[in-house]
């Protein structure tokens, strides 16, 4: 596993080749394709995670806009902040609430996606 992420971490963070990765982790460089497929998100960008698979930015959407632009489907309801269908649990970052203007930093609290917005790095299961 220790290796998978090294890999992972020479591919994507460093934007090392496929040889280089090798040579790095001493693996054939064949290997390196499958490895990074394997374990690569859907969609990976700088910025900040929805969940694991996700990355999108502090563009001032909310979290549930910028998830669905994404391709996810989290469940929602109301989509004004009424009916809590899109609460999820928020396990690191700030967040803005849209209604209220109100920044909270508290980690492992519920956000209703629909009327949150990030502020720099979140990340949050759906
Ligand atoms: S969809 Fe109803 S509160 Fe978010």
Known sequence: MRKIKEVLRLRYELK???????????IVVSTVPGT????????RKP????SSA????DDGRSLL???EAAGLTPQSGCRMGICHTCTRRKTSGAVKNLITGAVSMADGE????CVTAPVGDVALAL
């Open 16 to 26: 090392l080749d496929q040889r280089q990765v090798a040579g790095s982790c001493s």
């Open 54 to 57: 996700v990355a999108v930015t």
């Open 36 to 43: 990074v497929a394997a374990h690569q998100p859907s969609v």
């Open 65 to 67: 806009e910028q998830a």
């Open 47 to 50: 910025g900040f995670e929805i």
């Open 110 to 113: 519920d956000v209703q996606i």
